[in-house]
């Protein structure tokens, strides 16, 4: 009877392995086109402990606000959330993020549409710390009307959305410029990149060498300032470093998920093994 159970075990374990590769592989070919083969980054947030590269991440947000951002939104990101915990600015300096002097001159280099309180009339402002990301355009028409009929999609959450995830992403930022196939008809606006679907994207190139020129990152490490020299602003580069910032805007409480995960894990390591010595002392004198 033992056995059975075990062997039914056995072989449910390996049904679940099974079917957990073949579903990967599945959504992952659906991003893959014919012949360009989808490069597999390494990313550091991969894993069961893995975290977000900060200094990337930073890197990343300088992408989206100097190229990024004059067409998409991040709907779902305030400025403060780059200083809250598990953030690029996190500073334990600043427990409230409303406080740091990085997402203050962040929010402040925005300008956002408000409505005077006195008179209504409608006013720009610079950004502060509670404010949202603001909107681009004012709707999707207008959106629309900029971009030859496509609409940029709000990039919050678009690591999530694709499947293929931050590797879909990188991809598709650094297909630009192969030979499209000669039966694929690309239309005035349109341009070849093999990552999207159909192979047609109305979105132009928008990395190229040298584009922006990235600002050395100081971190504080334990206390002391170390500063990360700028690398080359090259297409891979900030390619990469743009996916690392829209994966943590995805999943900005990742880190403190995995960490909790892994205090349970040996919260119920410690657990087990206590129960396996009390099993044994309580039927330590009963024959069975
Ligand atoms: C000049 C405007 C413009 C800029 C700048 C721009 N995009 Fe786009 N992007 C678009 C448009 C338009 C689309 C919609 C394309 C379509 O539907 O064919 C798009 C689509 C996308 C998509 C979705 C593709 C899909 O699978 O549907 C991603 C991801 C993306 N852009 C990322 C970026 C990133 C990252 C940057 C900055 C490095 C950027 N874009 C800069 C206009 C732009």
Request: net charge negative; proline share 6%.
């Amino acid at each position: 009877m033992k056995l059975t159970i075990n062997k039914i075990a056995l072989a449910l374990s390996a049904f679940a392995v099974l079917a957990s590769t073949s579903v990967f592989g599945v959504s992952y070919a659906a991003g893959a086109k014919s012949e360009y083969k989808m490069e597999h980054v390494h990313w550091h947030f991969n894993g069961p402990r893995g975290s977000y590269d900060r200094a990337a991440v930073q890197r990343g947000y300088q992408v989206y606000r100097e190229i990024c951002s004059a067409c998409h939104a991040l709907d779902y990101l305030s400025f403060r959330h780059l200083g809250d915990k598990g953030g690029p600015y996190y500073d334990k300096a600043y427990k409230n993020p409303n406080d740091n002097p990085y997402v203050k001159a962040f929010a402040a280099d925005w300008t956002i549409k408000d409505i005077d309180s006195e008179t209504g009339d409608v006013i720009e402002r610079p950004g502060t710390p509670a404010d949202k990301f603001p909107s681009i355009f004012d709707n999707d028409a207008a959106a629309r009307a900029s971009n030859g009929g496509a609409l940029p999609p709000d990039l919050s959450v678009i690591v999530a959305a694709r499947g293929g995830g931050a590797d879909y992403v990188y991809n598709l930022l650094t297909a630009y410029g192969l030979d499209a196939p000669k039966d694929l008809k690309l239309t005035g606006g349109l341009y070849y990149n093999p990552v999207m679907e159909g192979g047609a994207i109305a979105m132009a190139p928008p990395l190229a060498d040298e584009l922006i020129e990235y600002a050395p990152i100081e971190v504080n490490d334990h206390g002391t300032i170390k500063t990360i020299p700028a690398p080359v602003a090259t297409v891979e580069q900030m390619a990469k470093d743009v996916t690392e910032f829209l994966a943590w805007s995805a999943d900005p409480k990742m880190e403190q998920r995995k960490s909790l995960g892994f205090a349970t894990m040996i919260y119920l390591l410690i657990l087990s093994v206590l129960l396996y010595f009390s099993y044994k002392a309580v039927w330590r004198d009963v024959e069975h």
